[in-house]
């Protein structure tokens, strides 16, 4: 399973951004798929998932509101959709395949993890 997060980049606070996780290989259609960040001296943190189909989206409290998951099961594309950035946003986000077709917020239930994408919003 490869997984390629891209779409961070440097944006003013308050501003939005949408991060990518593309699956070239079209293998996890069937699989949940959840976003996480790690900031700098911080513990990698959940954010949102989202189940196979789309049907079922879980996020933590620290996000709710503010970033959308979503996925386009025809692109192999799973969306972060992040709007009302803050300065504490700033991290390294990961997107990662889960064992099942509906997977929560423990990381180590996400065997298969994308290179990360830089976001930094500036105060």
């Known amino acids: 399973v490869q997984l390629q997060a891209s779409g961070g980049g440097l944006v003013q606070a308050?501003?939005?951004l949408r991060l990518s996780c593309a699956n070239s290989r079209r293998t996890v259609s069937n699989n949940a798929v959840g976003?996480?960040?790690?900031a700098p001296g911080?513990?990698?943190e959940f954010l949102a998932t989202v189940s196979w189909n789309g049907g079922i989206t879980q996020y933590?409290?620290?996000v709710k509101g503010r970033?959308?998951?979503?996925?386009?099961n025809a692109k192999?594309?799973?969306?972060?959709?992040?709007?009302?950035l803050k300065p504490e946003d700033t991290a390294v986000y990961y997107c990662a395949a889960g064992r099942g077709s509906v997977t929560g917020s423990d990381p180590s239930m996400y065997p298969y993890w994308g290179q990360g994408t830089q976001v930094t919003v500036s105060s």
Do not use: H, P
């Open 14 to 16: 308050g501003g939005s």
């Open 60 to 62: 933590a409290e620290s």
């Open 67 to 72: 970033f959308t998951i979503s996925r386009d």
């Open 42 to 44: 911080k513990e990698r």
């Open 76 to 84: 192999s594309t799973v969306y972060l959709q992040m709007n009302s």
């Open 35 to 38: 976003w996480f960040r790690r």
